[in-house]
């Protein structure tokens, strides 16, 4: 068994290795987008329809290709048809290659075997539906349908697309939390860009004062997108919201706003050899430390070049006020690019790398944790990017931040200064009452940025679970404190295992690396020092999560991944990296057990 594992070790380990760039860290490869390629399209058609056919065409002819058999597109080639994605790619196509006649009348099919019918009303209530209050994706959807002439003729079209606020952008940053917008935290740019098309193309009556507002402030919010835009030209880094801002613009007469040749040059450099864009650029900071993560459980194992990529996750550091966000120096982005906006994953990600990474920097990993403590909302718990927010699902707190959080904290705590200390001693109670009032009843947590399409409500209790736990046990000082938590989250974990050691995004979903790793990995760690250790189960698991690479040799990724606005994605790295980190967990485990 032991000198099996260890093959499978080696095996993946040199893969995940292997998959370095030539500066010696990783940025992995996000998977192509069907949503992504249709948006793109129809914002670099709106913009300049001739100039831009060849690009238009060829994401026409990849998303026909990548159709799947039921007539719809999910946001993956490897997702289920969804309402959002294929009304997105029947409306590109609509709009761009109206001779892809069979495609869009496959389309055409399973919308109305979805909706009920192509009624343009009946369209709009069921995208409302699917997103609720949060209007972060449904408005830019009925914007991009409107634009395309599959939400009715214009003038009632426009009237269906939910006006967006976008005059409170002349407010303070600071009082943002507390208007209540519509939008996430990090759409103002969408908010901009659409609530002014919206506006244009369907202005309030003249009686009413909000007409004359919105004309009044426009001159001075428009040139807020060119502030909010990055050096790269792409809002987030990301495709869908740099295309939603572009096409909402040139779809207002604004075609030449000093954002747009940017957000165009963005575009065209983002569109892949296959005509194909993905969802965002790279996450080389999240998926470096993930690698690093990963690798530094084998104490046994140098990591090569391990100065090079410290040095670099220490650079990515945000030492200044953010330009796009304000958000406070100290945190850590998904991206080394300039789209990329501090968030309360990455930090911690970061800071835990640095310290498998042997840095000495204090006062790095000490404006880090400051940076977490003031993010940490009144729950105790960790939203993404913006205190306070909290009311849309993606501003919310969530477990596995949190939990994240406070393995950072816990790593770093004794080094830090007093005034540090006592801040995490106190965020640690608040974030542990936070963890137990959202533990569902069955012991497990749902994380926000990880999904499983094959789960009731898209959910992925063994993901969220498999992170609070891992997070929680991962420092001695910081899992004497959360023993009934990390007890009833291991309940939880076995319970969900399958016969074969594998794990889905619950009991009955189907197997995928990436979660059986995840599992794998937190029982091991919390369970490496119990006596009532269940060695048949670390063993199973191992043996499985081996099966599932073909023993260290292939690693399919499954769309797991959930990303602004809940679009799905998978990336190269997820199933190397968890599948290393379960399998070493385990041998560690299982050899300290003399298995």
Request: net charge negative; proline share 6%; with cysteine.
């Amino acid at each position: 068994m032991m000198q099996e594992l260890d093959s499978v070790i080696a095996k993946t380990r040199a893969h995940l290795l292997g998959l370095r760039n030539e500066s010696g860290w990783w940025e992995g490869h996000l998977s192509s987008s069907a949503l992504s390629t249709a948006t793109a399209m129809v914002a670099l058609s709106q913009v300049d329809a001739a100039m831009h056919a060849g690009r238009v065409d060829a994401g026409a002819a990849w998303l026909t290709d990548h159709q799947n058999a039921d007539g719809g597109w999910g946001d993956t080639t490897l997702s289920k048809s969804n309402l959002s994605t294929t009304l997105l790619c029947w409306s590109a196509l609509k709009r761009c290659a109206p001779e892809a006649a069979d495609g869009i009348g496959k389309a055409e099919a399973w919308i109305e075997a979805q909706v009920g019918s192509l009624r343009p009303d009946e369209i709009c209530k069921a995208v409302v539906a699917r997103y609720g209050k949060d209007r972060t994706f449904s408005v830019p959807i009925l914007m991009h349908c409107a634009l395309c002439g599959t939400l009715g003729p214009e003038e009632a079209a426009w009237r269906r697309v939910l006006a967006l606020p976008f005059e409170l952008a002349a407010l303070p940053r600071t009082w943002f939390g507390a208007i209540g917008l519509p939008v996430v935290s990090y759409a103002l740019p969408a908010l901009i860009a659409i609530g002014y098309l919206r506006f244009n193309k369907a202005p309030p009556a003249p009686w009413n004062p909000l007409g004359w507002l919105r004309g009044a402030l426009w001159p001075y919010i428009r040139p807020m997108l060119k502030t909010l835009q990055p050096s790269s030209g792409g809002y987030l880094e990301a495709t869908p919201l740099t295309s939603f801002v572009t096409m909402a613009l040139a779809g207002a007469g604004e075609a030449l706003h000093a954002c747009v040749p940017g957000a165009v040059e963005f575009l065209e450099r983002s569109q892949r050899d296959d005509g194909a864009w993905p969802i965002d650029t790279n996450l080389a900071t999240w998926g470096t430390t993930l690698a690093v993560k990963a690798l530094a459980i084998d104490e046994t194992e140098e990591l090569p070049d391990a100065r090079v990529v410290r040095d670099w996750v220490l650079n990515q550091q945000y030492h200044d006020i953010h330009p796009f966000t304000n958000a406070a120096p100290g945190g850590w982005a998904w991206t080394d690019l300039p789209g990329g906006v501090p968030d309360s994953d990455d930090t911690p990600g970061a800071m835990i790398a640095l310290h498998h990474l042997g840095t000495t920097d204090v006062n790095a990993m000490a404006a880090g944790a400051t940076w977490l403590l003031d993010l940490q909302n009144r729950d105790g718990g960790m939203p993404t990017f913006c205190r306070g927010w909290g009311t849309l699902p993606f501003d919310r707190s969530t477990p596995e931040l949190t939990a994240h959080a406070l393995n950072a904290w816990w790593l770093w705590r004794d080094q830090l200064p007093h005034l540090h200390q006592t801040r995490i001693d106190h965020a640690t109670q608040l974030a542990l009452n936070y963890l137990k009032k959202c533990q569902r009843a069955d012991g497990s947590w749902l994380p926000l940025w990880f999904g499983n399409e094959h789960v009731e409500e898209e959910v992925n209790p063994v993901y969220g679970t498999a992170q609070v736990v891992g997070f929680l046990a991962g420092v001695p000082g910081l899992a004497a404190q959360a023993g009934d938590l990390i007890a009833s989250g291991i309940a939880y974990l076995l319970k969900a295992q399958k016969g074969d050691g594998t794990w889905g995004g619950d009991a009955v979903a189907p197997a995928s690396i990436e979660e059986t790793g995840a599992a794998l990995t937190a029982l091991s760690r919390a369970l490496q020092s119990s006596a009532t250790l269940p060695r048949d189960r670390i063993q199973r698991g191992a043996l499985g999560l081996a099966q599932l690479t073909q023993k260290g040799t292939n690693f399919p990724a499954a769309p797991i991944g959930l990303y602004f606005a809940r679009l799905w994605y998978h990336e190269e790295l997820y199933p190397v990296v968890w599948a290393l980190a379960g399998l070493v967990s385990a041998r560690s485990c299982l050899a300290e057990r003399q298995i």
